[in-house]
């Protein structure tokens, strides 16, 4: 199942995916504008103001590029990389697989001064592409209501979960303005962030307090590899990482991930002078240490991404790595040297966490040490050795109660 169940995830997972679509578009320079409907009838219009999907006949199918966008599998554009040099659309299967789990679907397309319209009736088309008026815009819009028949669970789109979902996206996608408005309720949202990431690091921690005052931010391009990272520092004790690839939420991380956690590590540590750390700390700062309280967004965009598994819950390019610890590596070396009084008290933070780590392992192995004594039955008189280190030890065996 290309949307992954027919639940109340995979219902909404049909919107992610005619928007994910429109945001292809945003990422290659052509759309600045999306609108989200939920409609009185419960069925949802997706709109944007892109190039439009083209609607010439194809020259070796002899048929409407826009009928085999709406019927055919991995026939939309972002399999061409003139066209797309990076996407985030489910599996690449498109509004194709919208179509296929809908009741019907109308497709309404504005390009080259007309509107185009088809009608699909459960992905098969109701007649050809229409033209039913004139415009001077371009753009597409999908409007479909799901198939009660698959989706026995509901069909009834729950506003709070794609309003998340938009607002995230506009997050990660700083020029584009999303309108969501359901009809049902007279609810309407409209996200437009052109902060980015610091603008998402800021909303995430908008409860908490934070350490370093204004988040950090780091970005960088090689290859049409794109990556940013912004961070904060909180006063918990929890690390909140969100990862993302061409939009797509990674929960399972993947290389980006991997790439930032090792360069930060390794970036505080450098950083960490005698003066900050313990002088009978012999360890140095771990990986836990200086993530505890951190709030962090690391997103990136890349051509060619590897998956592990169909649904893109973790990255595996390589090359991905090696320059998000490139990026991190120079620009928060930078920022730890310019920031001294911040770069101080996230250091400190981390060395804390450090001691807070060394203090409860030494509390379990005592724990443990007096429990084994417990119960090991040896006689009463024969006590627990406070030296660890066995070449120093010695056990002296006497005859005699008096011994």
Same mark, same amino acid.
Request: glycine residues 12%; proline residues 3%.
């Given at each position: 199942?290309?949307?992954? %169940?027919?639940?109340?995830?995979?219902?909404?997972?049909?919107?992610?995916?005619?928007?994910?679509? @429109?945001? #292809?578009?945003?990422? +290659?320079?052509?759309?600045? +504008?999306i609108k989200v409907i939920f409609h009185e009838d419960e069925s949802v219009s997706?709109?944007?103001?892109?190039? $439009?999907?083209?609607?010439?006949?194809?020259?070796?199918?002899?048929? @409407?590029?826009?009928?085999?966008?709406?019927?055919?599998?991995?026939? $939309?554009? !972002?399999?061409?990389?003139?066209?797309? !040099?990076?996407?985030?659309?489910?599996?690449?299967?498109?509004?194709s697989v919208v179509n296929a789990l809908s009741s019907w679907t109308i497709a309404e397309v504005k390009r080259?001064?007309? /509107?185009? =319209?088809?009608?699909?009736?459960?992905?098969?088309?109701?007649?050809? /592409?229409?033209?039913?008026?004139?415009? #001077?815009?371009?753009?597409?819009?999908?409007?479909?209501?799901?198939?009660?028949?698959?989706?026995?669970?509901t069909t009834i789109f729950k506003y709070d979960i794609i309003q998340n979902r938009l607002r995230e996206l506009a997050f990660? %996608? *700083?020029?584009?303005?999303?309108?969501?408005?359901?009809?049902? @309720?007279?609810?309407?949202?409209?996200?437009?962030?052109?902060?980015?990431?610091?603008?998402? /690091?800021?909303?995430?921690? *908008? !409860?908490?307090?934070?350490?370093?005052?204004?988040?950090?931010?780091?970005?960088?391009?090689?290859?049409?590899v794109q990556v940013e990272v912004c961070f904060q520092y909180f006063d918990g004790y929890s690390e909140r990482l969100f990862s993302y690839v061409n939009n797509i939420f990674t929960k399972e991380g993947g290389t980006h991930v991997t790439g930032f956690r090792g360069a930060l590590t390794r970036c505080i540590n450098r950083y960490a002078s005698d003066d900050v750390v313990p002088k009978n700390?012999?360890?140095?700062?771990?990986?836990?240490?200086?993530?505890?309280?951190?709030t962090c967004v690391v997103s990136v965009r890349v051509p060619n991404p590897q998956f592990e598994g169909q649904t893109k819950t973790k990255l595996g390019n390589s090359e991905v790595e090696s320059f998000v610890t490139q990026v991190v590596n120079e620009q928060l070396g930078a920022w730890l040297e310019e920031h001294p009084a911040e770069a101080k008290r996230v250091v400190n933070k @981390?060395? =804390?966490?450090?001691? +807070?780590?060394?203090?409860?392992? !030494?509390?379990?192995?005592?724990? *443990?040490?007096?429990?084994?004594?417990?119960?090991?039955?040896?006689?009463?008189?024969?006590?627990?050795? =406070?030296e660890k280190d066995p070449d120093r030890a010695e056990l002296f065996i006497v005859e005699g109660d008096s011994a």
């Open positions: 199942m290309y949307i992954g %169940n027919t639940a109340e995830e995979g219902l909404h997972h049909l919107i992610y995916e005619v928007v994910d679509n @429109s945001i #292809d578009e945003a990422l +290659a320079g052509h759309c600045t +504008a997706v709109e944007d103001n892109g190039r $439009g999907i083209p609607v010439d006949i194809h020259p070796t199918e002899g048929v @409407s590029a826009l009928e085999l966008v709406m019927g055919t599998l991995h026939a $939309g554009g !972002k399999f061409d990389h003139s066209t797309y !040099k990076v996407s985030g659309g489910l599996h690449g299967v498109g509004v080259n001064g007309k /509107v185009h =319209q088809q009608r699909y009736e459960k992905g098969i088309k109701q007649g050809d /592409v229409q033209i039913v008026g004139e415009t #001077d815009q371009s753009g597409t819009k999908i409007t479909f209501i799901p198939d009660p028949t698959i989706f026995t669970e990660l %996608n *700083r020029d584009v303005k999303i309108l969501l408005k359901d009809e049902r @309720s007279g609810a309407e949202d409209e996200f437009h962030c052109k902060g980015g990431l610091v603008e998402y /690091v800021e909303y995430l921690n *908008r !409860k908490r307090t934070a350490i370093n005052a204004e988040p950090i931010f780091f970005s960088g391009e090689k290859e049409n700390m012999k360890e140095k700062l771990g990986g836990d240490d200086v993530r505890e309280g951190l @981390s060395v =804390q966490a450090m001691q +807070a780590r060394e203090a409860a392992r !030494k509390a379990r192995d005592l724990t *443990r040490r007096k429990s084994a004594l417990e119960f090991s039955g040896l006689p009463g008189k024969l006590a627990d050795c =406070q």
